[in-house]
């Protein structure tokens, strides 16, 4: 299974708000492992960051909505993917359950959950750390070349930290 996390405009697109400069480099690295998934048939589940209320204090609906869109190079391979939203970094409870019920009666269908996207040490350590709980005996994965950060020191210590919690770092592009 592939967890892809925030692939949004706002992260992905130099006019975002809160556009990671380091995510250019795992661009393609990205669009070159869901393909990979669409192509095998693998199962590929997403979230979706939905900004709270206070943020239409500072942008205008139309600017959410394309912030909050998923960047174009990402959109047509999550088309049939399976999108989880959240409001903050990680999935809310609700969705926690709803991921629970969707893939535990298919653990026969993947062997682990590797994590691609952003921010390292922000959404892609929340959803690690919830998805662990869910499903604990499942092998978590994460490419430190699939993932990044806007401080690199920080994407370094939450990759460290996963390893620390028994998630897998891959050290090469597999």
């Not at 250019?24 to 589940?45: F, H, N, P, S, Y």
């Not at 500072?58 to 190079?73: G, H, L, N, T």
């Not at 989880?84 to 999935?91: D, L, P, R, S, T």
Request: hydrophobic letters at 40%; a negative charge.
């Amino acid at each position: 299974m592939l967890f892809a996390i925030d692939l949004q405009n706002d992260y992905f697109d130099p006019k975002g708000k809160f556009y990671i400069p380091s995510a250019e480099g795992i661009k393609k690295r990205l669009v070159d492992r869901l393909q990979r998934a669409v192509d095998t048939g693998e199962i590929i589940a997403y979230t979706k960051n939905i900004y709270p209320e206070d943020e239409y204090r500072e942008r205008s609906a139309e600017v959410i909505q394309w912030a909050e869109d998923i960047y174009p190079a990402f959109k047509a391979l999550l088309r049939q993917a399976e999108k989880f939203e959240k409001i903050h970094y990680g999935i809310a409870p609700e969705e926690a359950l709803k991921f629970r019920t969707k893939f535990e009666h298919r653990k026969a269908d993947y062997e682990s959950i590797e994590f691609i996207g952003v921010e390292t040490n922000v959404c892609v350590l929340s959803n690690v750390i919830i998805v662990q709980n869910i499903f604990p005996d499942s092998g978590l994965k994460i490419s430190p070349e699939r993932t990044a950060a806007s401080d690199p020191e920080l994407h370094r210590q939450a990759i460290n930290t996963l390893a620390g919690l028994k998630v897998e770092v891959l050290t090469h592009e597999s």
